[in-house]
């Protein structure tokens, strides 16, 4: 077995202080990933993967990415919730990493929702 390097702790290092950020940090807006059993069977992780290549392609720091369990609609994964400062809650169904990207691109960069993957907006509330 080869020895660590002092290198390569450093990069260990930084990939973890870049995913604590992207989890914990204050940004702009907020990307929650559902990945419970089913959105994991569904895809879900290669919703994540997607989004992860895009925000280190283009340097995305002012976005938090999160990921939670299940949310209620197993049928309708992989699902993921965008949420940008001061608005309404979007959560998006039937995803693709393409349709990620887009989602990306047009709702969390540009400010526009991508009517056509919306399931809900606004938060559910229990009376």
């Known amino acids: 077995m080869p020895r660590i390097k002092i290198e390569d702790l450093d990069k260990i290092a930084e990939r973890v202080r870049r995913a604590t950020v992207l989890r914990e940090g204050a940004g702009n807006a907020k ?3 559902h ?15 997607a989004l992860l290549e895009e925000f280190e392609k283009q340097d995305i720091k002012d976005v938090i990415l999160t990921s939670s369990g299940c949310a209620g609609l197993c049928s309708r994964e992989p699902m993921a919730t965008v949420e940008l400062k001061g608005e309404a809650p979007i959560k998006y169904v039937d995803l693709t990493p393409d349709k990620m990207r887009r989602i990306l691109a047009e709702h969390v960069l540009g400010g526009k929702i991508v009517e056509e993957y919306v399931l809900a907006k606004g938060s559910e509330r229990v009376s």
């Open 31 to 33: 990307i929650t990933v």
């Open 35 to 49: 990945m419970g059993t089913c959105g994991i069977a569904a895809g879900a992780r290669g919703i994540m993967s």
